[in-house]
């Protein structure tokens, strides 16, 4: 494993990680989008579905449950804990996200490298992961409050997929220079996604201002 994708395993792992602790310390899922915590729910149950057939590595294991625990917990705070679901901003959360779904899924169907169900469903992770973080995006642009752990989270979640845009390329050059072109666009049109977000955390975070989105 290079330091690339070991750095952005730890970003990810930080990230889920400071939600579960804002939630679960404040009682509060204030400024976080249901529906992106749901539709990365998709995304791990689809990508690891091979957990308990095929094994890899104790690392590999791990990480798949804690990513796998880490989410569903996350949405079953928001959904079912009587104090937080009391919280979630319903009006705010708007964006269809049920439409995301289904196009990255015909889109894994047409677009993969193998047509097995293990590597459909693991494409169709991919498309998925590189446009969840919408809903959340366009709840912070609705949001005149948006608290540092929420920004943190955001702006770490982000840099975990640029991370990994560098572990692919360093792949390429260590790997007899072998092209992935799926993972590859996927998280770079991920990584575009948050390119707005990033600019405005940045300069919030250089002029100590509180972070506020463009409507």
């Known amino acids: 494993m290079n330091i690339f994708r070991l750095a952005g395993d730890m970003t990810h792992l930080l990230s889920i990680l400071l ?3 804002k939630i679960h310390t404040t009682k509060s899922c204030a400024g976080i989008s249901l529906k992106t915590q749901e539709l990365y729910v998709i995304v791990f149950v689809s990508r690891y579905i091979d957990l308990f057939r095929t094994y890899y590595s104790m690392y590999n294991s791990l990480m798949k449950i804690v990513f796998l625990g880490t989410s569903m917990c996350i949405v079953w705070y928001m959904r079912l804990h009587k104090v937080v679901r009391q919280t979630y901003n319903k009006d705010e959360d708007s964006f269809r996200h049920y439409f995301l779904v289904l196009p990255c899924l015909a889109l894994a169907l047409l677009v993969h490298h193998n047509f097995t169900f293990i590597e459909i469903l693991w494409t169709f992770s991919l498309y998925l992961e590189s446009v969840a973080i919408l809903p959340q995006l366009v709840l912070l642009q609705k949001s005149s409050n948006i608290d540092n752990l929420t920004g943190t989270y955001v702006f770490l979640l982000g840099a975990y997929r640029g991370l990994y845009l560098l572990n692919w390329v360093y792949r390429f050059f260590t790997e007899n220079h072998r092209v992935r072109w799926i993972p590859w666009l996927s998280g770079l049109i991920q990584t575009v996604i948050y390119t707005d977000f990033f600019y405005y955390y940045i300069k ?12």
């Open 204 to 215: 919030s975070w250089k002029n100590r201002e509180k972070l506020k989105l463009p409507a």
């Open 19 to 21: 939600l579960l602790h």
